[in-house]
């Protein structure tokens, strides 16, 4: 039977006594209904979880006794950035979640030219912390023990001005005529660039490939941005990673 994961506030070690609080604790007491003695396995996003049981419950807190780190290595080799422009509701929730257990490494939003969604400052506060939360969440029903690093918003030209210049650098584009396949391996990772609802601007696509993106397809039909940021991710792992 599998252990509930549990993300926390860490650092953890090894015979640590470790309080557990805020949501994670509401979800161990009210929604699993764990109980004193019960194991459970944690970790705290860094790298590497630990065996603990349940020792003691607390006004708002559980309290755990951490064991044995686990030896199990389920991060990808690849470092795999998705720089994802951002689409409406549940499509960029869906996105976080999925390319999380796909194992990227980092996560940029982009708000494009064809962005619908609108974002202030406070407003983008908000959505950053939400999508935090989808990782942590999806973080501990995969088994990854890093949570991937989600920047806050950018416009598409600050994104291409900061793109890591060593990495592989696509962009998904509908009229390139390369596949992912014939994309060259970077020690460096790779960065994929995917628009929003509508695709990105012509203006866009052609800054892209002047900072050094390489337009690649992923076959005869047009994919909505969420079906193609997984497949995308999906074959990256496949070409270079640990799929």
Request: charged content about 25%; hydrophobic content about 45%.
């Amino acid at each position: 039977m599998r252990l509930t994961r549990v993300h926390v506030a860490g650092p953890l070690a090894s015979g640590n006594r470790h309080a557990i609080e805020g949501d994670a604790a509401n979800h161990i007491t009210r929604v699993l209904r764990l109980a004193r003695g019960d194991p459970l396995t944690v970790f705290d996003g860094r790298g590497g979880e630990y065996a603990a049981r349940i020792e003691e419950f607390r006004k708002g807190a559980v309290i755990v006794a951490v064991g044995d780190p686990s030896a199990a290595v389920r991060e990808s080799p690849l470092s795999l950035t998705l720089a994802q422009g951002v689409s409406r509701g549940e499509r960029m929730d869906w996105v976080v979640q999925k390319a999380t257990e796909l194992g990227v490494t980092r996560i940029i939003p982009v708000l494009t030219e064809r962005t619908v969604v609108k974002l202030d400052a406070r407003q983008a506060e908000r959505k950053l912390a939400h999508w935090r939360g989808i990782a942590t969440a999806a973080c501990e029903q995969c088994g990854r023990d890093r949570i991937p690093a989600i920047d806050e918003p950018v416009d598409t030209a600050e994104f291409l001005a900061k793109a890591e210049r060593r990495a592989t650098r696509v962009l998904l584009s509908p009229t390139a005529s390369l596949r992912i396949a014939d994309v060259p391996r970077s020690e460096a990772g790779a960065i994929v660039l995917i628009g929003p609802e509508g695709g990105l601007a012509e203006a866009e696509q052609q800054a892209a490939v002047a900072a050094g993106f390489v337009g690649v397809r992923l076959g005869p039909r047009v994919l909505r941005t969420e079906t193609a940021a997984v497949t995308a991710l999906t074959l990256l792992q496949h070409q270079f990673g640990d799929l």
